[in-house]
T-cell receptor, first 115, second 114 residues
């Protein structure tokens, strides 16, 4: 089925470890983004990309890196995990930046715990 | 700064009763508005969106929302709630920042009593 695929679904890291959260979409969407979801705070934008080779920071980018080598993939890297990065991470894609057309499509999320 | 307020953290309604979830936004330009639903352990599913035109928009699962510019509101409604509607609901506005992003409210958890 067409959509946004995130892996892994669950991950436990030790403080200081690094890892990559994977995100892939098969809808040929140009716009992709990463959000983190924390209780009572809704979702906050970490990084986004408006096309292959183009990425930029969102509102909470510290401690995270991204790259966009293809239209389909948009991995999120945690450089040195900290307990404050314990959260649920969602990848989203859209045909247009403002969510036009069918709006944003979200992956099912990665629940990350840093101990 | 842009913001979205969902004043109700939790709402409990009886099955078959009507539902209204409130959403107020703060944004200077004409907003793109969205409602998403999230079931436990799942991603977000788009219920409906407003970009322009008719201020009453219809969505999936029998939901509708009305855009009221004068009140900066985009409330979600359903005439008769089903037990399967129990979930968390997020209102969001699309803003021209950070390459255009969604600003989310904190969410409203809906509980349905049988």
């Amino acid at each position: 089925n067409a959509g946004v695929t995130q892996t892994p679904k669950f991950q436990v890291l030790k403080t200081g470890q690094s890892m990559t959260l994977q995100c892939a979409q098969d809808m040929n969407h140009e716009y992709m983004s990463w959000y983190r979801q924390d209780p009572g705070m809704g979702l906050r934008l970490i990084h986004y990309s408006v096309g292959a080779g183009i990425t930029d920071q969102g509102e909470v980018p510290n401690g995270y890196n991204v790259s966009r080598s293809t239209t389909e993939d948009f991995p999120l890297r945690l450089l040195s995990a900290a307990p404050s990065q314990t959260s649920v991470y969602f990848c989203a894609s859209s045909y247009s930046p403002r969510g036009g057309g069918s709006g944003y499509t979200f992956g099912s999320g990665t629940r990350l715990t840093v101990v | 700064a842009q913001s979205v307020t969902q004043p109700d953290i939790h709402i409990t309604v009886s099955e078959g009763a009507s539902l209204e979830l409130r959403c107020n936004y703060s944004y200077g330009a004409t907003p793109y508005l969205f409602w998403y639903v999230q079931s436990p352990g799942q991603g977000l599913q788009l219920l409906l969106k407003y970009f322009s035109g008719d201020t009453l928009v219809q969505g999936i699962k029998g939901f509708e929302a009305e855009f009221k510019r004068s009140q900066s509101s985009f409330n979600l409604r359903k005439p008769s709630v089903h037990w399967s509607d129990a979930a968390e609901y997020f209102c969001a506005v699309g803003v021209k920042e950070y390459g255009n992003k969604l600003v989310f409210g904190a969410g409203t958890i809906l509980r349905v009593k049988s």
